[in-house]
């Protein structure tokens, strides 16, 4: 099955779960390429936390597409999230 090119953006978000969970991917949007890295990658947070995988996640990747480097990383995303909702 291939991927839509809508998202296929520079920025790719790994999402690493809790053991006994699949670790998944997601690409950023095409059309946001223009904006900051912290903005694409804050969108991206923001519609995560709106998932069911919000609940068994440890570690949010974010790499650049083109060159792999990682540009940011949020460890220990449980307990990040626990202390924002308080």
């Given at each position: 099955?291939?991927?839509?090119?809508?998202?296929?953006?520079?920025?790719?978000?790994?999402?690493?779960?809790?053991?006994?969970?699949?670790?998944?991917?997601?690409?950023?949007?095409?059309?946001?390429?223009?904006?900051?890295?912290?903005?694409?990658?804050?969108?991206?947070?923001?519609?995560?936390?709106?998932?069911?995988?919000?609940?068994?996640?440890?570690?949010?990747?974010?790499?650049?597409?083109?060159?792999?480097?990682?540009?940011?990383?949020?460890?220990?995303?449980?307990k990040h999230n626990a202390e924002k909702s308080k």
């Amino acid at each position: 099955m291939s991927r839509p090119e809508h998202i296929d953006g520079r920025i790719k978000m790994v999402i690493n779960t809790k053991a006994g969970y699949q670790n998944i991917t997601w690409g950023s949007f095409k059309k946001l390429d223009n904006n900051t890295d912290d903005f694409i990658i804050q969108g991206m947070i923001d519609r995560f936390k709106k998932t069911a995988y919000d609940q068994i996640t440890q570690v949010l990747q974010f790499y650049c597409n083109k060159t792999g480097n990682l540009l940011k990383e949020v460890k220990d995303y449980e307990k990040h999230n626990a202390e924002k909702s308080k």
